[in-house]
């Protein structure tokens, strides 16, 4: 991971090489809910060992033979990996479809969000596909628990192996909480992303955003929790790259904060549940939301 951050070319011939034996690219997602299942999985450990290629967008196109990013409209525009060619297609949150044309330019993002490329997002006259876009927007969010879940196994090593005033750090009582708020978060977002696997194969589109659009505002929000944690229990270390969860924080920035950031993302979860409605995954306690008239 280190040595693409020096010379980000080169991940693309090779990771694929890796790649490929495993035959990961012969999954459709579309086909069946085992192999959906099998590409979340896939993007798990892609996060968990700080990927830096886009599995999720690639394993979520399916048999489309091109891979999906999100954005947020037309225009000129930053995506993830946009430093590869591709082909890209590009889908906003709810389902519209564009055109990315200019990929494959080199990466322009700096230190803080490493791999991005530019691109130019034009209109397109295909229809709309909010199944793909729910997709790529599960697949993304199953990368990102990937590194909450390598953040907090590093974390809880490091407070382990490291000792003060003759203590290991795992034995400070306000350090314990904060490591256990941590993994309540990851865990909570776990279950969260198993339901929204299971509605994928079990909702119509339109439900699929819903439920997409939430569990990504949910992995945002865990995000917050477990990275910003990570960073304080590490201390000074880790803003030079000394520790991995530096790596981990800045790979996953392009992914949590486009195409959208967190406060527009909440608006539009919002207006989606009042339009469409959302069942959740505790839906049997209190009820679904019901669209409104």
Same mark, same amino acid.
């Given at each position: 991971?280190?040595?693409?951050?020096?010379?980000?070319?080169?991940?693309?011939?090779?990771?694929?090489? /890796?790649?490929?034996? =495993? #035959?990961?690219?012969?999954?459709?997602?579309? $086909? &069946?809910?085992?192999?959906?299942?099998? +590409? *979340?999985?896939?993007?798990?450990?892609?996060?968990?060992?700080?990927?830096?290629?886009?599995?999720?967008?690639?394993?979520?196109?399916?048999?489309?033979?091109?891979?999906?990013?999100?954005?947020?409209?037309?225009?000129?525009?930053?995506?993830?990996?946009?430093?590869?060619?591709?082909?890209?297609?590009?889908?906003?949150?709810?389902?519209?479809?564009?055109?990315?044309?200019?990929?494959?330019?080199?990466?322009?993002?700096?230190? /803080?969000?490493?791999? =991005? #490329?530019?691109?130019?997002?034009?209109?397109? $006259? &295909?229809?709309?596909?909010?199944?793909? +876009? *729910?997709?790529?927007?599960?697949?993304?969010?199953?990368?990102?628990?990937?590194?909450?879940?390598?953040?907090?196994?590093?974390?809880?090593?490091?407070?382990?192996?490291?000792?003060?005033?003759?203590?290991?750090?795992?034995?400070?009582?306000?350090?314990?909480?904060?490591?256990?708020?941590?993994?309540?978060?990851?865990?909570?977002?776990?279950?969260?992303?198993?339901?929204?696997?299971?509605?994928?194969?079990?909702?119509?589109?339109?439900?699929?955003?819903?439920?997409?659009?939430?569990?990504?505002?949910?992995?945002?929000?865990?995000?917050?929790?477990?990275?910003?944690?990570?960073?304080?229990?590490?201390?000074?270390?880790?803003?030079?790259?000394?520790?991995?969860?530096?790596?981990?924080?800045?790979?996953?920035?392009?992914?949590?904060?486009?195409?959208?950031?967190?406060?527009?993302?909440?608006?539009?979860?919002?207006?989606?549940?009042?339009?469409?409605?959302?069942?959740?995954?505790?839906?049997?306690?209190?009820?679904?939301?019901?669209?409104?008239?």
């Amino acid at each position: 991971m280190r040595r693409y951050l020096v010379d980000p070319a080169s991940r693309e011939q090779e990771i694929e090489s /890796l790649l490929q034996p =495993l #035959g990961l690219w012969d999954l459709d997602v579309t $086909d &069946s809910q085992i192999e959906l299942e099998a +590409a *979340a999985e896939a993007c798990r450990v892609g996060g968990t060992t700080a990927l830096p290629y886009p599995i999720a967008e690639r394993l979520a196109s399916g048999s489309a033979g091109s891979w999906a990013t999100l954005v947020d409209g037309p225009g000129p525009a930053l995506i993830a990996h946009g430093d590869l060619e591709g082909p890209w297609q590009a889908l906003d949150l709810a389902g519209r479809t564009f055109t990315v044309t200019g990929a494959g330019g080199g990466v322009v993002g700096g230190r /803080l969000a490493p791999f =991005l #490329g530019a691109v130019e997002v034009s209109t397109s $006259d &295909s229809v709309d596909d909010p199944a793909l +876009a *729910a997709r790529v927007g599960t697949l993304q969010s199953w990368w990102l628990l990937g590194v909450l879940q390598r953040a907090v196994d590093d974390t809880r090593v490091y407070l382990t192996e490291r000792e003060q005033f003759g203590r290991q750090l795992a034995q400070f009582q306000a350090l314990r909480f904060q490591l256990a708020d941590m993994s309540v978060a990851v865990q909570r977002s776990e279950e969260l992303a198993k339901y929204t696997a299971w509605s994928l194969a079990h909702h119509d589109p339109s439900e699929q955003v819903v439920d997409a659009i939430a569990l990504r505002q949910g992995l945002i929000q865990a995000c917050e929790t477990v990275l910003r944690g990570s960073h304080q229990l590490y201390g000074a270390m880790g803003f030079c790259d000394e520790t991995d969860v530096s790596i981990l924080s800045r790979l996953s920035h392009s992914v949590r904060r486009l195409p959208v950031g967190e406060e527009d993302l909440a608006t539009l979860l919002g207006t989606m549940i009042l339009d469409r409605g959302f069942r959740g995954p505790f839906a049997t306690l209190g009820g679904p939301i019901e669209a409104r008239a």
